[in-house]
C-alpha cells in the first residue's frame, strides 16, 4: 500500500512551545518532502531531504529544521513556535527525479496560540 | 522566478456540464518545464491526477483533459462532462527537467458540482 502518513493530524500549542511534526512513507522513497499551505496561496516548500542526513533549505525554511535518520521517516521540528508558524504542513515523497509522482501526507493542522 | 497562476479561486459547476480551470505559468529558467494538476478530494492527501512533460503533447486521466500549450505558457484543465464525485480542489504546478525536485505550485481552484 502507498502511502504517506503523517502525524498528528491536529495539534494546538501555545507560543514558545517546541512542535515535532512526524512523516513516513513505506515506498522506499529517497526524496521527502515538507510543505506549509496558507489560506489563498500555494504549497510552499520548507525542506527537501534527498535521503538520509542529507537535507535542504527550501523557500521558507527560517524557524524550522528537519531530521531524517531512517528513509522512511521525516520530521519536521518549529523549535520555540510561533504564532505565524500557524498553518496546514503537508508531508511528501517521490522517487528520484523532478518528472516524478509525488505522494502526500494528509495533512496536520497547526494552531499556534 | 518560476510561477504558476490559477485565476479562479473556485468554480460552480452543474453536473453533466463541461469543465475549464486555467492554468498560466512562467518558467524563467528552462523553456520547457513539466507540467502537473495535482488534486486534493475532501479528508484526503493530494494526489496526482495528470502530468506532460513534453509541450504540445496532452494528458489525461480520470475524463480530464490538459494540454501543454508552449506558445500560450497555458496548460488548462477539461472535462466534458462533470459529476458531483469530482468536487475536489485541483491545483496546477510546474517542475524544470529532471534534476530539479521542487514543485511551484499554483492556488488551487477548489470545484463546486451542483446537483
Known amino acids: 500500500d502507498m502511502k504517506v502518513t503523517q502525524m498528528p493530524r491536529y495539534l494546538i500549542k501555545r507560543m514558545g512551545e517546541n512542535v515535532l511534526l512526524e512523516c513516513g512513507q513505506d515506498?522506499?522513497?529517497?526524496?521527502m518532502y515538507w510543505y506549509r499551505q496558507d489560506p489563498g496561496l500555494g504549497l510552499q516548500l520548507i525542506y527537501i531531504s534527498y535521503d538520509v542526513d542529507s537535507n535542504s533549505e527550501g523557500d521558507i525554511p527560517k524557524g524550522y529544521r528537519v531530521s531524517r535518520k531512517k528513509r522512511e521517516h521525516f520530521s519536521l521540528i518549529l523549535d520555540s513556535a510561533k504564532t505565524n508558524q500557524t498553518s496546514v504542513y503537508f508531508c511528501a515523497s517521490s522517487l528520484w527525479g523532478g518528472r516524478a509522482e509525488v505522494f502526500f501526507g494528509k495533512g496536520t493542522r497547526l494552531t499556534v496560540v | 522566478g518560476d510561477s504558476v497562476t490559477q485565476t479562479e479561486g473556485q468554480v460552480t459547476v452543474s453536473e453533466s456540464k463541461s469543465l475549464i480551470i486555467n492554468c498560466t505559468y512562467s518558467?524563467?529558467?528552462?523553456?520547457?518545464?513539466?507540467l502537473f494538476w495535482y488534486v486534493r478530494y475532501p479528508g484526503e492527501g493530494l494526489q496526482l491526477l495528470l502530468k506532460v512533460i513534453t509541450a504540445g503533447q496532452k494528458g489525461s486521466s480520470r475524463g480530464f483533459e490538459a494540454t501543454y500549450n508552449k506558445e500560450a505558457t497555458s496548460f488548462h484543465l477539461q472535462k466534458a462532462s462533470v459529476q458531483e464525485s469530482d468536487s475536489a480542489v485541483y491545483y496546477c504546478?510546474?517542475?524544470?527537467?529532471?534534476?530539479?525536485?521542487?514543485?511551484?505550485w499554483g492556488s488551487g481552484t477548489k470545484l463546486i458540482i451542483k446537483p
Open positions: 515506498m522506499s522513497h529517497e526524496t
Open positions: 504546478a510546474l517542475s524544470e527537467g529532471d534534476s530539479n525536485y521542487q514543485l511551484i
Open positions: 518558467a524563467t529558467s528552462i523553456g520547457y518545464p513539466n
